[in-house]
């Protein structure tokens, strides 16, 4: 069993920066692939980045490619979402989910996090 628990949303004007943080906990937490996912107001989940458990291998939505990065510490257990030129449609509640392979589909994640939520005005 894996807790997942995303910090450091909030309001940012567009152009700005965010970086949100995944607090993973479990005996092998530090062993899944880490997934960030996003729900804009109204609108489905989507993909947003993926990173395997050794950290060597990312990949990225169209969206948000060059913009945000994908790291994490296993040493802390953490994953985190490096967030860059923030645009008005990057709005919406961020969730980081572990699961056993590096897909940008939801249904590969195990575990969930409780969402955090990201302001971008214009």
């Known amino acids: 069993q894996v807790q997942l628990v995303e910090s450091g949303g909030g309001l940012v004007q567009a152009g700005g920066s965010l970086r949100l943080s995944c607090a993973a906990s479990?005996?092998?937490?530090?062993?899944?692939?880490i997934g960030w996912f996003r729900q804009p107001p109204g609108k489905e989940r989507e993909f947003v980045a993926t990173i395997n458990w050794s950290g060597g291998s990312t990949y990225y939505a169209d969206s948000v490619k060059g913009r945000f990065t994908i790291s994490r510490d296993n040493a802390k257990n953490t994953a985190y979402l490096q967030m860059n030129s923030l645009k008005p449609e990057d709005t919406a509640v961020y969730y980081c989910?572990?699961?056993?392979?590096?897909?940008?589909?939801?249904?590969?994640?195990?575990?969930w996090g409780q969402g955090t939520q990201v302001t971008v005005t214009s």
């Open positions: 479990g005996r092998t937490a530090s062993g899944y692939h």
């Open positions: 989910a572990a699961g056993w392979a590096t897909t940008g589909s939801a249904s590969n994640y195990d575990y």
